[in-house]
């Protein structure tokens, strides 16, 4: 099954790679607890692994729904947006060849629209969510 530190570690990568520095900081949720999103002042993502479309046929890959609430920086909202859009691609990107923590993925695909705004909180951070339904090996 897929679990939050496998969907956090993927991104965590993937941000490095486009050389996010800090890197934002990373909770499991909920997405709607105001403690933890007073824990970092910069850069937050807020992963909800889910309920999603549950298991195929042959019962050899789940489906659950992931959701991503990215957040930037207070008054920055290209910053909050393009986070949202990094997380985004990073994650369209996945296919059949990659392996997250020894579990293959076949595919993750939007369930819905491209990330899009959710709120400006009382920080002045702009929330931008997407949801996403990814295909993974059941384990």
Known sequence: ?????DVSGYLTTALEALQYDPLPYFDPGPASDAVIQDLSPNMMVIV???GGSG?????LFDRPGI?????GPQT?????????QDIDRALV???SSQSINGKWTLSVVRSG?????LLKDDGERYHFT??????????
């Open 113 to 117: 629209g491209s990330p899009s705004l």
């Open 93 to 95: 990107a996945l296919d």
């Open 67 to 71: 959701q991503i609430r990215a957040i």
């Open 130 to 139: 997407c949801n996403y339904i990814w295909e993974v090996e059941y384990q």
């Open 48 to 50: 909800t692994v889910g």
């Open 76 to 84: 920055d909202y290209a910053g909050a947006e393009q986070l949202a």
């Open 1 to 5: 099954m897929l679990q939050y530190a």
């Open 55 to 59: 298991l195929d046929s042959e019962e």
